[in-house]
């Protein structure tokens, strides 16, 4: 489109939109000329298009298409896009950096390969969570080898390298290579924060105000991208894509947010027009565009002539979520009967899965949801029976979230215990609403069957005891059983940090019974692997809120 020569060390004027040479390219915050339709023209009419670093092609473009810029032609509407410029480029040298931070070439490879096995066990974690929410990850070939990945699934795994820098085993590995080039833990997971933060922000509606001032942030990114992963190779981190990464400001202040001029539209429209095609073609070269075109319109024939007939079939409605907060469903149900007891609590309980087949393999239920549930019955003088339904997987709607989430909560699903964590509100006088949320990890939801028996609803509206029992109430409310943080972690904290450290209480004093509306937010939690102890945790700051963690240091 553009005519430009493939860039490298000799190209003069390697980028599309400026007169920049390369050695230019890794400058955080670069002051261009940029390349004007006048320019181009007074170089073709003495035929010097070689000092623009342009082939004379004659193409739409060159012979006077109108376009929105008047000024800089097609060189000033095609610009950098993150799909591209980040995914498949920047990202993609950062894992390259990585590898040889460990050690260059074929060296060291047992540690590379201790590293790769982290992160998959991580990303194997990141399957087991509440939140969803989160870039698509692979572990197709490992972390140090960017090869066989999507965009996309770049950007994921730099998520997984940010918590790889987290965990003992992770710094242990990478410590060497940070020590050798000056780079300190900490420094390396803020850069990788930010990127994130930035990631996420350039595809957000901003303040003009906002975007205009993010130049000295985005600079200091991209300084510390440069420092955090020393890059050797070919020109170093002079590359094009870094240049138009710093000009991603000038892009969104003319073209509006990143997502408007998305590299993904096009690859979808590709996937969609041929490679979904490809399978129902000869595959011919001749005739392979003539066939796959012919594809494509019989698809759209038969979706008009089905869209025409729904109403006649009866199929012409949409299925939403409900989004009311009290309604949600449950599976994996049981019935857990608690025997009576004596006043230490010491009585049987009886579990009877609707699932049968989970009966012939005796999997019970979580030992601290039954803990929870006794204690709570005996420290309100209850001794007596008490029979409970409960359920191993949840799915409710959250406050601010479109979609319901799924929360698990069983001793075994698909090959072990699977137990996922929640952010829960607690109130508390005289302390705001905000600084009273922690995180927890979620052992079962239940609901009370039987009459007359002490429950945390009753108990808090100010029912005795003998009240309850006299005059057979009944509690309606669903319940979950939680093990919360030792502390709180409010989200001013997460939003500050990304990723926070917090370890579960103990089993006595931070396991409790809270209402299903008390969860707030799924969460995304992963161990320090090759801690001393096993019991660190780190919890990661939603996807929906990283624009912020960027947006919110440009005028901070």
């Excluded at 202040?253 to 979904?276: P, T």
């Amino acid at each position: 489109m553009t005519g430009k020569y493939n860039a490298n060390g000799n190209t003069a004027c390697p980028h599309r939109h400026c007169f920049c040479p390369m050695s230019n390219f890794s400058n955080p915050k670069p002051i261009c000329r940029l390349v004007t339709i006048q320019d181009v023209e007074n170089a073709r009419a003495v035929n010097n298009l070689a000092a623009l670093s342009m082939h004379n092609i004659d193409n739409a473009f060159s012979n006077g298409v109108p376009l929105a810029d008047r000024t800089h032609g097609v060189w000033g509407s095609t610009p950098g896009e993150m799909l591209h410029l980040s995914g498949n480029g920047l990202v993609k040298y950062q894992f390259e950096s990585v590898h040889d931070l460990i050690g260059p070439k074929q060296s060291k490879q047992k540690e590379k390969d201790q590293l790769d096995a982290l992160h998959q066990r991580i990303i194997n974690d990141a399957t087991r969570q509440s939140d969803k929410d989160f870039p698509r990850m692979t572990v197709r070939n490992g972390i140090t080898d960017g090869t066989k990945m999507a965009a996309t699934e770049r950007i994921g795994n730099l998520v997984i390298l940010l918590c790889v820098a987290h965990t003992t085993d992770g710094m242990n590995l990478l410590k060497p290579g940070w020590t050798e080039h000056h780079i300190t833990g900490k420094r390396f997971r803020d850069c990788i924060k930010l990127q994130l933060g930035f990631e996420k922000w350039v595809n957000e509606s901003n303040p003009r105000s906002e975007v205009t001032n993010s130049t000295d942030l985005l600079g200091t990114l991209i300084k510390e991208i440069q420092h955090c992963f020393p890059r050797q190779r070919g020109n170093g981190w002079n590359l094009p894509k870094m240049h138009s990464l710093a000009y991603m400001p000038h892009y969104m202040l003319k073209f509006g947010m990143a997502q408007n001029f998305s590299g993904q539209i096009g690859e979808r429209a590709l996937k969609s027009i041929v490679k979904d095609h490809a399978q129902q073609t000869q595959r011919r070269p001749d005739v392979f565009a003539e066939q796959c075109a012919a594809r494509e319109f019989e698809e759209l024939v038969l979706e008009w002539a089905f869209e025409d007939i729904k109403p006649q079939l009866g199929l012409d409605f949409v299925r939403v979520d409900n989004t009311n907060p009290n309604h949600y469903s449950g599976s994996g149900e049981y019935e857990a009967n608690f025997l009576a007891c004596d006043n230490r609590g010491r009585g049987g309980v009886c579990v009877d899965w609707k699932d049968r087949s989970k009966g012939k393999l005796n999997i019970c239920i979580s030992p601290s949801l039954i803990l929870a549930i006794r204690s709570f019955a005996v420290e309100n003088n209850w001794m007596g029976n008490i029979q409970v339904t409960g359920w191993t997987r949840f799915k409710t709607s959250l406050p601010g979230l479109d979609e319901q989430v799924n929360f698990h909560a069983s001793e075994y699903l698909y090959g072990g215990p699977w137990y996922d964590y929640a952010m829960v509100q607690f109130e508390e006088p005289n302390i705001e609403r905000s600084q009273t949320v922690s995180p927890a990890k979620v052992l079962g939801f239940f609901r009370y069957d039987t009459v007359g028996v002490p429950t945390p609803s009753l108990v808090e509206d100010g029912h005795s005891r003998d009240e309850i029992y006299d005059q057979s109430m009944r509690d309606v409310n669903v319940y979950a059983v939680v093990h919360t943080a030792s502390t709180y972690v409010p989200w001013s904290k997460i939003e500050k940090d990304f990723v926070v450290e917090f370890k579960l209480g103990p089993v006595d004093t931070c396991i409790y019974i809270v209402k299903v509306a008390s969860i707030i937010n799924p969460l995304f939690v992963f161990e320090d692997y090759g801690g001393s102890t096993g019991e660190k945790r780190f919890c990661v700051l939603p996807n929906s809120r990283w624009g912020r963690y960027f947006g919110s240091r440009i005028n901070p």
